[in-house]
């Protein structure tokens, strides 16, 4: 499973914990990356903070596939973009995080030291959440990760045509 704002998980159960003389519900998720636990009461868990994990790459191939957008060059105006788009916790909005700053990177323009956080933070959590759906490791699924990016900046460049 993935939550919006704590990322990937494993829902391992419920537990009931009482609480100023109430027994409540709460779901249990181990997070990943030995994060601990995260515990959500059933009775104020919202449909939009809990989603199934991706089973594939699909979504990313498609953001790749898309014309990277221009960041803006004022440092604190595309930082706080970037930190909108990945506070969303949505694989779409991860993912072009990725292609837009592969994209400066691309194009010889500097990326400073918070746009290489804000870059692994977005990689990160999609790798976690591939990961765990394709059940692969991390690396492997970095590995595909990177050359889906590296191809997709190619076409962009115009450097290789778009294959099938």
Not at 61 to 71: A, G, N
Request: net charge negative; with cysteine; proline share 2%.
């Amino acid at each position: 499973m993935v939550h919006t704002s704590y990322g990937t998980g494993i829902v391992t159960g419920t537990r009931i914990i009482e609480r100023n003389g109430e027994n409540k519900e709460y779901f249990c998720i181990d997070l990943s990356d030995d994060r601990g636990t995260l515990m959500i009461p059933v009775d104020r868990l919202d449909d939009t903070e809990l989603r199934a994990t991706m089973q594939d790459m699909a979504i990313i191939r498609e953001v790749m596939e898309k014309q990277p957008e221009e960041l803006s060059d004022h440092h604190r105006t595309r930082q706080n973009a970037i930190e909108d788009l990945i506070s969303t916790g949505k694989p779409r909005m991860l993912a072009q995080v990725l292609r837009d700053l592969s994209w400066r990177r691309h194009n010889d323009i500097k990326l400073t030291q918070t746009d290489k956080k804000l870059e692994t933070r977005a990689q990160k959590r999609l790798l976690n959440e591939l990961a765990l759906g394709m059940q692969l490791t991390v690396q492997t699924v970095q590995k595909r990760m990177n050359s889906l990016i590296e191809e997709a900046m190619m076409v962009h460049d115009g450097e290789v045509a778009v294959t099938a």
